[in-house]
């Protein structure tokens, strides 16, 4: 029998007023029919296999790792760019001037992470278009324009893609994404047309099989879904700060990936009877929205395990509206990908009301600790914490404490009275916000840094928002991000970046005639003295874990950061980390590569046992999403997408000279 874990495991210290109800809750798993017996032993993580790219994660369990090592140390300085790849979305903007006058088709960034199957590249676009891609000279091969656009504007970010997923039973092939605001399309890999066995037409319209009536408006999918076996699992994103108690819920659904027939649904938001929905107090269950899956999945094929990275609860600053502690929220969800049952869960924050969602797939990892062989997986977070599990019972690998924190004074709020904390590893970026962190370069900067700081109400970790203006650390983009991190099989070392960025929180009474809530939470920036950040550097860190012992090897700035500044350019000072969001990590036997943020619009490459930066190339536009690697007669090439946002949108193939 497995065990099944909610906050905590049954040998983790829990604070005294919650030992009954979590004695009752470990009860209650002991008949929970996710209680069947152990599966096959996992295959080891093994990165990317056979010079491929198959799923956004190199593999399914997010490694992000290939062991391709024809890009060295030694010769990386004669990488150059192979090809350029423009997105055909900017030929359907170009024959479309009035609709691109009006800014209709404006975009976020080109967020996409390609795949590299069986000789062929594929993508999705912005607008939602699909193309194949002939891998050595970046011609395309077909494309496939389902003109999702037309119904508008997605919710969230609107028109931005982060990519797709391929299946095949050894004959048929497909490729399965999400697109415009409510659809998941299916693709013949080989002729690039829509699938017309798959649910109506080739699309399934996904704003249907809810259990609800949503507003289409506010719902989307903007991360890909994920093929385990022959299901396709997909999460959603949604807007978060309407001001209003009712929104769409988040329910993870797993279909037929020949069909489209929804196969079932799990819903993040218990429904009456089902486990955790007294954690959604008077009867908040019934209107509350969010805690979807916005960012990737991972998935254990070999168990037939997926792994949802479950976020916050709408709104996600104020929980007046939906007191308890929200369960499935904020956790990692484990479900049989073929029923959709629930194996095990463990929630990272009780009640959430800080934006604290998991930004990024787990990563699942083979490791020995003490002696002992555990396949685990690993959740990295806003916070800075690594979460550690076994990935088949839910056990954490090292303790995880519920402490104690404070406590909300909000008119209808009420907070968790304690949140978990891991024990190993330790933290990757530093967060809370007291005086000690804010930045102190010069005397004078310091000063001016503490009188902006002390405007607002700011403390540790877990402090509770009050009426006015808050500093969360770190903030709703903070941390780690969507793209995650990469693991490396061969030595058992995970390479997290993260960027310090926080937020500027303001807590008002909500208007009745904008909002049916008693507070409604303002979200913004706040910048430090001069324009400066408010707090100390590293802005954005490169951070390397041995997961065999859960310890820190070593942590480096990602950029140079504020360096030249006019208060700053005569202090001499050591790489600050750019102040901006990085690029995803991709790792070879040989090297790791990773995006420089916006700030600089660079690539870089760092030695994988010092974090030493090795080389670097200016791309030419703005870069966000992960890169991927393949190899094809005997050629490495590395390609990654770049602009949006008003820059033209491309892919880009770096190989050797």
């Not at 594929?122 to 494309?143: C, K, R």
């Not at 891991?422 to 967060?431: G, I």
């Not at 707090?535 to 951070?543: E, G, I």
């Not at 090897?553 to 102040?579: I, K, Q, T």
Request: charged share 20%; hydrophobic share 35%; glycine share 12%.
């Amino acid at each position: 029998m497995r065990p099944s874990v909610a906050r905590s495991s049954s040998k983790l210290p829990v604070a005294p007023g919650r030992l009954f109800w979590v004695m009752l809750v470990l009860g209650l798993f002991c008949w929970s029919p996710a209680w069947s017996p152990i599966g096959s032993p996992a295959a080891a993580q093994t990165g990317a296999a056979d010079g491929q790219w198959r799923s956004y994660g190199g593999d399914s369990g997010h490694t992000k790792y290939s062991p391709l090592d024809q890009i060295s140390e030694d010769n990386v300085g004669d990488l150059e760019v192979a090809w350029t790849w423009m997105s055909v979305d900017e030929g359907l903007r170009a024959r479309n001037e009035v609709m691109r006058e009006r800014g209709a088709f404006q975009t976020y960034a080109y967020e996409v992470t390609p795949l590299y199957v069986n000789g062929v590249l594929y993508t999705t676009t912005s607008l939602g278009q699909v193309a194949a891609i002939d891998p050595e000279t970046g011609e395309t091969l077909w494309s496939y324009d389902p003109a999702l656009y037309l119904e508008g504007r997605p919710a969230v970010h609107g028109f931005m893609t982060r990519g797709l997923a391929y299946w095949t039973d050894g004959v048929e092939e497909r490729l399965i994404y999400a697109g415009g605001r409510v659809y998941l399309v299916s693709i013949d890999a080989k002729t690039g047309e829509p699938d017309l066995t798959f649910g109506r037409g080739g699309r399934v319209d996904l704003k249907e099989g809810l259990g609800r009536t949503i507003d289409a408006r506010r719902y989307t999918v903007s991360s890909p879904p994920l093929v385990v076996g022959d299901v396709v699992v997909v999460g959603s994103a949604m807007t978060e700060g309407t001001g209003y108690k009712e929104a769409p819920p988040g329910h993870v659904r797993g279909f037929d990936v020949r069909t489209g027939k929804m196969k079932w649904i799990f819903h993040t938001i218990p429904q009456e009877g089902e486990l955790g929905y007294e954690t959604w107090e008077n009867d908040s269950w019934r209107l509350s929205g969010g805690a979807n899956v916005w960012t990737l999945m991972s998935a254990d094929e070999e168990l037939g395990y997926v792994y949802l990275p479950v976020g916050t609860p709408v709104t996600d600053y104020y929980g007046g509206h939906r007191l308890g502690d929200n369960l499935f929220a904020n956790s990692l969800v484990c479900l049989d990908a073929e029923t959709g049952e629930r194996v095990w869960h463990f929630q990272f924050v009780h009640h959430a009301v800080w934006d604290y969602d998991p930004p990024a797939a787990p990563n699942l990892i083979d490791i020995t600790v003490d002696g002992r062989r555990i396949e685990a997986v690993a959740q990295i977070t806003k916070q800075g914490f690594t979460f550690v599990f076994d990935r088949v019972t839910g056990e954490p690998v090292w303790p995880i404490e519920e402490r104690s924190v404070p406590q909300s004074t909000l008119v209808g709020e009420r907070t968790s009275p304690t949140q978990p904390y891991p024990t190993k590893p330790p933290l990757f970026l530093t967060n809370g916000a007291t005086e000690p962190d804010v930045i102190d370069f010069t005397p004078e900067l310091r000063a001016e840094g503490l009188a902006i700081f002390r405007e607002h109400n700011a403390g540790p970790l877990y402090t509770p928002l009050t009426p006015g203006t808050n500093i969360v650390r770190p903030g709703w983009s903070g941390g780690a991000n969507w793209w995650g991190a990469a693991f490396d099989p061969d030595t058992g070392r995970l390479y997290v970046p993260s960027w310090a960025h926080f937020s500027l929180v303001r807590m008002d009474a909500g208007d009745p005639e904008r909002s049916d809530m008693r507070i409604r939470p303002q979200v913004r920036d706040l910048t430090g003295p001069r324009g400066l950040p408010l707090f100390k550097p590293p802005y954005s860190q490169l951070t390397a874990f041995d997961m065999n012992a859960g310890e820190k090897l070593w942590s480096v700035p990602v950029g140079d950061g504020p360096r030249d500044h006019e208060a700053l350019r005569d202090l001499e000072l050591p790489r600050l980390g750019n102040f901006q969001k990085l690029g995803g990590p991709l790792l070879t036997k040989t090297l790791l590569f990773i995006g420089q943020g916006k700030e600089t619009n660079r690539i870089g490459a760092y030695d994988k046992e010092t974090g030493e930066e090795l080389w670097s190339m200016d791309l030419g536009g703005q870069f966000h999403a992960a890169p991927i690697t393949y190899s094809i007669d005997g050629k490495q090439y590395i390609v990654l997408a770049i602009g949006g946002s008003g820059e033209p949108e491309r892919l880009v193939a770096l190989a050797l000279r």
